[in-house]
Structures are given as C-alpha cells and as structure tokens.
C-alpha cells in the first residue's frame, strides 16, 4: 500500500517537463486504486525507475467497468455517429499538437528512439482515431429484400463495454487501433495499458477530457495482466474483449471470455517469413527485410524473424544485410541522437529471453554471421536493456529459434532451392500472422503468394500497415482483424428486423 501524488514532475533527457498522472483514469478523473497498489515503470535505455503508477485490482476493474457501463446506457448509445466522429476527430487533433510530447514519454518508457521511431508512433495514434471518427457516421446495416410483402433490415449495433489489453511493443497505436474502432462504432470502453508502459496512455487522457469526451466512456487502467487483465476479461458486464500480446495469454483470455461468451478479437503472435527468390531486386529485399526485423528493436509481432533466401544468393543475401544493418541500424539512446533507429529492448526480462534463445541457437547449431549478444562494450548502452542486432544463418527447421517467437532484433536465414520447397518452409509454422515475398516475377509473386498461410502478405516490400488495411493473423496468430472497415466491424453485432407490410394476420 503506497499512496502517490496526483502527478509526477517529470523532466525527460530531451528537456520535456511535465505533470505524469498516477490514478487509474475511471469517468474522466485520474483516482487513487482501491488497494493502493501500485507498479514501478523502468526507463530501458539505462535500467532506472521512472516513477510509479497505482495498478489496478479486481474491484477497481469492476468500478471502471460499471462506469463505462452506465455511460453507455445514459449517454454514449444516444450520442449520434456524428457528435462521436467530432469527438475522435478532435482527440486526434489534440494527440497531432501534443506530438512532441507524446512521443518523449513513449521514447522514455518504452527505449523507442525518439525521432526515428516513437515520433512515427504518435502519427500513427492520430491517423488512426481521425480515420475511425470518420467512419462513426458510416455504421449502417442492410435492407434485404424478401418474400410475402415483409420488409427486412438489419442495424449494427454496439456491443456496449469492450474490455481492450494492449502491449507494450507500441503502447500508444495499440491503444488506438483499439480505442478508434470502439468509440466510432459506439461503445464504451476500458482499455489495460502492459504494465511496463503505463504512461503515455495515461497522459493521453488529458486529451480525452480536453476533447470532450463524456465521462466513463472511455477509462483507462494501469495493472498486472493475471490480475486487472484477468478480472477484465472475466467481467460478465464486459460483452468484448479485444487483446493483443502473446499467443500464450490470448489462449487463456479466449477461455476467460467463453464465461458469459463474450465476442474475442486476438492479435497474437508471429513467425513470419520473408521469402527471396533469385530473380529479386536484392538491394530492395535487404532493405524491407532489415527494416522489417530491426526496426523497433525486433518487437513487432510481424516482423520477418525467418528469411528464406533461394540458393544462389543466400551467402550475398547475407553479406549484404550485415553491411546494411552496419549502415543503417544504428544502435543507442533514445533521445540525443536523431540518427539512432536500435534502441534496448523494452525490459530485462525480454533482454534476457532474447539472449535465451541467441544461446540455444548457438548451442542448435545455428552459425551466427554477426551480434549474438548483450551490449557491453559501450559504457552508457551497458546499463539498458540492448541486444545487439544478430544474424544467424546455417538454421535449420528443426531448431527452436525457426519456430518461436523471439520478439527481438535476431533473424534466421535459411537456404531453399525451390519453389515448393519455400512454400514448405514458409507455412511450417503454427503462426499466420504475416509473409513477405521478393520476386521481380509478378506470376511467380502472386502465385506464391496465394499459397502462403497468413493473413497478411507483402510483395517486394514487409511490415508495411496502414490504417486503412485489414491487419490481423490466421493459425495461432489470432481471430479477427484491426484496422480499415473489417476493423470496425469487430466492434459491432447484427441485429435483424422483419416487418409485416401487409395485411397477413
Ligand atoms: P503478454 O501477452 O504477457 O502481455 C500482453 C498484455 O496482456 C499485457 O497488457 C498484460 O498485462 C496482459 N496480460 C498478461 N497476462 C494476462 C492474463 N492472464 N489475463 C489477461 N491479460 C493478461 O506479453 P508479454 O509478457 O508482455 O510479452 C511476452 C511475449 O508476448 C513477447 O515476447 C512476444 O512474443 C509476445 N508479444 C506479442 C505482441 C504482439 O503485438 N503480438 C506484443 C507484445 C508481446
């Protein structure tokens, strides 16, 4: 039981000061949790406490979901699609002006550098609310023509409370991709911010008072997953859950949810393949497949972990992307350096899962060509959580770092001859999420392409997202989809109506 102030005071190494709200955001006030507990957050670059947020339990999960509850029903199912398209649209406005900010609060709790990643994260956050507030003014359903002079429509309606579980990889998107859909399509909600990156959505909320939003409908908590995510996912006043984060977790929400049948959407893991034929413009598939594992320090759920490469180019392939990962991944702190694109891994946990599996790869058999450790020759970087980025190649289907998720800046390369046999290596995964294919041979790409079990799929290019594409896996890399119409959907249920036009008893 520790009590905090309201706010902390908080200078960030870029010179950004500012009041970090500590409550759990329940009707539009920043409150105090039930029990006093609390969780430390840690600035990754260097291993040191940031301040402390109050973390969410069971009975304050219930008293946010009572709140988005009663406001569904008093307020926000009678707000017209307009007035909440208004609403989202000037939340994004504000998020655009506050742009600095925000992302020096992502880049300090997540290690995102600051210019060259977490910046980009903020228009991403604004681009996705602008878009969603343009659609709340769009959610209609069918007229179905029928037999017997009846008359048959359907609405789509929302649920009422979405539970929403975020991670940490990019805490702000996630939060939109969640958040937009939600409110356009006019439910209320209560978003779990991952306990390691609780404080940009907590800032956010002053914009959400700022922009007008009427109290409880949307409320944010900061928590433990197996406590506040748990009693979230079990609340029978919670009618969906939508989830992203590791596969493991998302198997145990599905079951929580199945408890008053709540409808699920998960976004979970990946082992996605970049496949590169021979015919390919090599400089181009170094590049994506770089940037495609790299970026964001290897902790994208669809990053391109497996890089098929066809025979003849495979030790080029690799030549070449140690020499681009040598011109343009460099690695350091967040902020100071605006050329800075590798920063340390969110927490030591995942540091140390990575280096975990380095060592098993190793000890598989894997060869590594570059990295393969724990920065320590730099003094400053030493104290974070970095890894440098690895490339193991020589991997085989067989070894552990071909099937699981490593959630970090380590590729493995295999070798191929032939169609077929990338098709093969491709899809022996029980992920789905995404694949990327090379080929300057437009039958052969889309061919391949169609044989490939994801759902997302890139030609000559990876890990591209716009928030006007479906994104969303298949397999065990999730249900549903977020993003562009399909996303919205996820946020709606049917309901049908037939209407007796004539004079039938
Ligand atoms: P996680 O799945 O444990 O956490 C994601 C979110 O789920 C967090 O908000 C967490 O608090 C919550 N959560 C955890 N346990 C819960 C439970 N029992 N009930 C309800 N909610 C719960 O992910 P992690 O531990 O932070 O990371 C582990 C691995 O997950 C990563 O290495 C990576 O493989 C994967 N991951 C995937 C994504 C993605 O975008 N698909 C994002 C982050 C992590």
Redesign the pocket.
């Known amino acids: 039981m520790t009590e905090l102030p309201e706010f902390h005071e908080l200078t960030l190494p870029n010179g950004f000061s500012y009041k970090q709200p500590t409550g759990l955001f329940i009707n539009n006030k920043f409150v105090p949790s039930i029990k006093k507990e609390t969780i430390d957050t840690i600035d990754p670059s260097n291993g040191e406490k940031i301040c402390s947020v109050y973390a969410a339990s069971e009975e304050d999960v219930d008293v946010a979901v009572k709140a988005a509850k009663d406001a569904f029903k008093t307020t926000w199912r009678h707000t017209s699609g307009s007035d909440r398209g208004r609403l989202l649209v000037k939340l994004s406005e504000l998020c655009e002006r506050d742009t600095d900010k925000l992302a020096a609060i992502e880049a300090i709790d997540s290690g995102k550098p600051f210019e060259q990643n977490a910046k980009g994260d903020i228009g991403e956050l604004y681009n996705v609310l602008r878009y969603y507030g343009g659609w709340a003014d769009k959610v209609h359903g069918q007229t179905i023509p029928v037999d017997d002079n009846k008359l048959a429509y359907t609405v789509h309606e929302p649920y009422g409370v979405c539970g929403q579980?975020?991670?940490?990889?990019?805490p702000l998107c996630?939060l939109s991709w969640k958040i937009g859909p939600a409110l356009a399509a006019g439910n209320t909600i209560v978003l779990?911010?991952?306990?390691?990156t609780p404080l940009s959505a907590l800032y956010l909320c002053n914009l959400v008072v700022e922009a007008g939003f009427p109290a409880g409908v949307v409320n944010i908590i900061s928590?433990?997953?197996?406590v506040?995510?748990?009693a979230?996912?079990t609340h029978p006043l919670v009618s969906k859950i939508a989830?992203?984060?590791?596969?493991?977790?998302?198997q145990?929400?599905q079951k929580?949810a199945s408890s008053n049948m709540k409808a699920v959407t998960l976004?979970?893991?990946?082992k996605s393949p970049l496949v590169i034929f021979e015919d390919a413009n090599l400089e181009q598939a170094v590049k994506w497949a770089a940037f495609g594992i790299f970026f964001n320090s290897g902790?994208?759920?669809t990053s391109n972990s497996r890089v098929l490469i066809q025979e003849p180019i495979y030790m080029k392939f690799i030549e070449k992307l140690k020499e681009c990962i040598d011109s343009d991944y460099k690695q350091g702190l967040p902020f100071g350096d605006d050329t800075v694109m590798v920063g340390p891994q969110v927490s030591k946990?995942?540091q140390d899962?990575i280096l975990k599996y380095i060592e098993i790869g190793k000890k598989e058999g894997a060869k590594v060509f570059t990295g393969g450790y724990k920065v320590t020759d730099d003094e400053v970087l030493a104290k974070g959580y970095f890894v440098k980025p690895t490339i193991f190649y020589d991997v085989t289907p067989e070894m552990t770092i071909f099937k699981e998720?490593?959630?970090g800046p380590v590729v493995s390369c295999i070798p191929f001859k032939t169609e077929e046999e990338a098709i093969e290596l491709a899809n022996d995964t029980l992920y789905g999420?995404a694949a990327a294919l090379f080929s300057k041979d437009i039958t052969r790409a889309h061919k391949v392409a169609r044989e490939l079990e994801a759902g997302m799929v890139w030609i000559n290019s990876s890990n591209d997202s716009d928030f006007r594409v479906p994104f969303g896996g298949v397999k065990m890399s999730g249900i549903g989809r977020e993003l562009g119409e399909y996303g919205l959907t996820n946020y709606t249920q049917t309901k049908a109506y037939h209407v007796n036009l004539g004079l039938k008893l």
């Open positions: 579980i975020i991670p940490w990889n990019y996630m779990k911010s991952a306990e390691q928590g433990l997953g197996p506040a995510g748990s979230l996912s989830f992203t984060g590791s596969t493991a977790v998302g145990i929400i929580a976004e979970t893991g990946g902790q994208v759920c946990q995942q899962r998720e490593i959630f999420l």
